[in-house]
């Protein structure tokens, strides 16, 4: 089976909680822009410019910021959990939903990222009976 996880032309990265596998994404601060708006056209610090960044697969949107790669409280700062790429990578495939959080990625009080998946909305999956 195979993801259609990266669309240039409509910008999608891919759906929140679905593995990617590319290495190359959009950079989710500048939205592939290379340019930072809100600073007045200066050059994207997350991408320098490129509009792309790496993130080694694989990955997933990231949760925290829903792939903007932006912090919730102030939107100039970069998202700590992907470090403003907007994608996060994660240790294997098999993953699940944060119950903790719920796949939000947020402590649900303070709204800082989830120290259960670490602002990734998912964990690796629970293999139940699985000898390893
Ligand atoms: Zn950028
Ligand atoms: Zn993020
Ligand atoms: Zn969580």
Redesign the pocket.
């Known amino acids: 089976m195979e993801w259609k996880t990266f669309d240039w032309k409509s910008q999608k990265v891919g759906q929140k909680g679905e593995v990617l596998d590319k290495v190359v994404y959009r950079c989710g601060f500048c939205k592939g822009a290379g340019l930072v708006s809100s600073k007045g056209n200066a050059r994207c610090p997350i991408c320098s410019g490129d509009g792309t960044v790496r993130v080694a697969a694989p990955a997933v949107i990231c949760?925290y910021c829903n792939g903007e790669g932006r912090a919730n409280l102030n939107r100039d700062i970069s998202c700590s959990v992907c470090k403003g790429k907007g994608v996060v990578t994660i240790e294997c495939k098999e993953i699940q939903n944060?119950?903790?959080?719920?796949?939000?990625?947020?402590?649900c009080n303070s709204g800082l990222?989830?120290?259960?998946?670490?602002?990734?909305?998912?964990?690796t999956k629970q293999i139940t009976g699985a000898v390893l």
Request: with cysteine; charged share 25%; glycine share 18%.
């Open positions: 949760a944060c119950t903790a959080c719920k796949g939000t990625g947020k402590e990222p989830c120290l259960t998946c670490k602002g990734k909305g998912v964990v």
